[in-house]
């Protein structure tokens, strides 16, 4: 499902606790919406096998996402200048369908490792604590 069909549940107070829930937030949306996106539009008609390696291209796709939200790759420089991309999640209020101010914030570039939660999200496991539910209709 994509994410705009989940309902965000209430972070944990402790601050540790939430730096990982937000780590596992991100992980969260690359999956539901990156992955599950890519996935779902994987020709059904395919043999068992092509299915396999474009799922397999995907996933490498994503992990390479992973790589260069962590800082092993995708920067770029020369001798006095540098390119990179920097990559944050926030946990924000709303009112009115506006973000009224940032509550947290983790550079995921400096979090645990986008790399080292792939493992696991990818196994379905975000945490210990939820990240969201889906709607009620």
Known sequence: MATRQYELVEPPSELRARELWLQHAAGFIFFEDI???AMERVDPALSNEIRAAVQKGIDDARYGLMMVIDGVAGGISNAS??????????????GDSEVNGTLS?????HGDGMCMGYHGWREGDFGSHPIAVPKSS
């Open 35 to 37: 992955r599950r996106y």
């Open 81 to 94: 200048r540098t390119v990179s991309i920097d990559f944050f999640v926030r946990l924000a209020e709303r």
């Open 105 to 109: 914030e983790v550079d995921l570039r």
